[in-house]
């Protein structure tokens, strides 16, 4: 299955959190994105993109929403639902 990231997503469509890239070492972005809960396995829901270049992106795990920039949502690799 292919896996692209969070922010070439489309607004209502459900994914599967593959892995979240670390861009440095240590990532402290990245590290902070999985302790929110963006880990393999757990299913994503873009809610929403921003009006202004599409920042932020409204993301949606379990009954949690998050907004997050651009950049961020980049660094979580996901896969189709």
Same mark, same amino acid.
């Given at each position: 299955?292919?896996?692209?990231?969070?922010?070439?997503?489309?607004?209502?469509?459900?994914?599967?959190?593959?892995?979240?890239?670390?861009? +440095?070492?240590?990532?402290?972005?990245?590290?902070?994105?999985r %302790?929110?809960?963006?880990? @393999?396995?757990?299913?994503i829901? $873009?809610?929403?993109?921003?009006?202004?270049?599409?920042? @932020?992106?409204?993301? +949606? $795990?379990?009954s949690?929403?998050?907004a997050l920039?651009?950049?961020?949502?980049?660094?979580?690799?996901?896969?189709? %639902?």
């Amino acid at each position: 299955m292919s896996t692209f990231n969070l922010s070439t997503s489309s607004p209502g469509k459900s994914c599967i959190v593959d892995h979240v890239e670390d861009l +440095q070492t240590p990532d402290p972005i990245s590290n902070r994105l999985r %302790d929110l809960g963006f880990v @393999p396995g757990e299913t994503i829901k $873009i809610i929403a993109f921003g009006p202004f270049g599409a920042n @932020p992106i409204a993301v +949606q $795990i379990g009954s949690t929403r998050f907004a997050l920039r651009r950049n961020e949502a980049a660094r979580v690799i996901v896969k189709a %639902d």
